[in-house]
Nanobody
Framework: QVQLVESGGGLVQPGGSLRLSCAAS????????MDWYRQAPGKQRELVAQ???????DYSDSVKGRFTISRDSAKNTMYLQMNSLKPEDTAVYYC???????????????WGQGTQVTVSS
């Protein structure tokens, strides 16, 4: 069983910054792609950023240049550095991780509980 624990959400003014963390614990053999999603009220959940096991990254156009996704393999932790925050970034942010066996086959997909980010004056 794998657990993902998120932290770092909160209230911030437009133009401010936050750093979200997602720590994986439990029995982990390998972690493949990790992602940050977000969901605002009345909207579908959308992919914000993802990072592969090799460190390749991809971003939604709406956050490109403002957000940076990273991971620390030694700590099984993923981060999302969010700069120049806008009111439209307000959402619940969710961590997702693909857990693999040592043969690089998918064992499961796991989600964090979500953390609220509110950008408001």
């Amino acid at each position: 069983q794998v657990q993902l624990v998120e932290s770092g959400g909160g209230l911030v003014q437009p133009g401010g910054s936050l750093r979200l963390s997602c720590a994986a614990s439990g029995t982990i053999l390998r972690i493949g792609t990790m992602d940050w999603y977000r969901q605002a009220p009345g909207k579908q959940r959308e992919l914000v950023a993802q990072i592969s096991s090799g460190g390749n990254t991809d971003y939604s156009d709406s956050v490109k240049g403002r957000f940076t996704i990273s991971r620390d393999s030694a700590k099984n932790t993923m981060y999302l550095q969010m700069n120049s925050l806008k009111p439209e970034d307000t959402a619940v942010y969710y961590c997702h991780a693909e857990v693999l066996n040592i043969g690089w086959h998918t064992l499961g997909n796991y989600w964090g509980q979500g953390t609220q980010v509110t950008v408001s004056s």
